[in-house]
């Protein structure tokens, strides 16, 4: 499984975009990329997928380099509420049969007013 | 609407006792998973279900078990085996298939053991 290593935290302010690396070296060639949002006691929130490239949708982008060793989480115009930890996970969801997925500690996002 | 339910919310329970957490989805998804959160932490894999009457141990399965006798429910069980059992517990579900697929989460069960 490939392992990935984000931010342990990071500060921002409302009306800023904020963008969070994660690194994973060793993906797989089946491996989608996949960011979660936990707020607290509550279950994590899918936010984005992807494989290669750019992919967006209406909350967020998610830019892969071409070697797909890291991907970049970014959330334009970040508000208080977006507040929360950030899970980056990379897996193949049991295509291969590597069906395990670790979330890691993620990245906690404090928004400041 | 569909979605994916656990309960109950809040589980008190004495040392040395079993409890059941429920989850059920009506998603008629294939996969289904339990995670524990500790504070402060990521989630944590238990147990993880790909089909009907089959499971597989996640990271952290001692003094846990689990059974899948019905697509839509997969009940997890804290045993007294379970050294430190308080903690979050949350359950999801998933579709398998070559795509990439997101894991549906439901709200969770406090669990403090007193």
């Known amino acids: 499984l490939a392992k990935t290593t984000q931010p342990i935290s990071m500060d921002s302010y409302e009306g800023q975009e904020v963008n969070i690396t994660c690194s994973h070296n060793?993906?797989?060639?089946?491996?989608?990329i996949t960011w979660y949002q936990q707020f607290p006691s509550q279950g994590p929130r899918f936010i984005i997928q992807?494989?290669?490239t750019k992919v967006t949708n209406e909350v967020a982008s998610l830019f892969i380099p071409a070697d797909r060793k890291s991907s970049t989480l970014s959330l334009p115009r970040v508000s208080l509420s977006d507040t929360a930890v950030y899970y980056c996970?990379?897996?193949?969801?049991?295509?291969?049969?590597?069906?395990?997925?670790?979330f890691g500690a993620g990245t906690r996002l404090f928004v400041k007013a | 609407d569909g979605g994916i339910t656990q309960s109950p919310k809040y589980l008190f329970r004495k040392e040395g006792q079993n409890v059941t957490l429920s989850c059920e989805q009506n998603?008629?998804?294939?996969?289904m998973y339990w995670y524990r959160q500790d504070p402060g932490q990521g989630l944590r894999l238990i147990y993880y279900?790909?089909?009907?009457?089959?499971?597989q141990k996640g990271d952290i399965a001692e003094g846990y078990s689990v059974s899948r006798e019905k697509k839509e429910s997969f009940p997890l069980t804290v045993t007294s085996a379970q050294k430190n059992p308080t903690a979050f517990y949350l359950c999801?579900?998933?579709?398998?298939?070559?795509?990439?697929?997101?894991?549906?989460f439901g709200p969770g069960t406090r669990l403090t053991v007193l």
């Open positions: 999801a579900s998933s579709t398998i298939g070559l795509s990439g697929s997101e894991q549906f």
């Open positions: 060793n993906i797989a060639t089946n491996d989608y």
């Open positions: 992807g494989y290669k």
């Open positions: 996970l990379v897996g193949d969801n049991g295509w291969t049969g590597g069906f395990k997925t670790i």
């Open positions: 998603l008629n998804h294939d996969a």
């Open positions: 279900s790909q089909i009907v009457n089959d499971f």
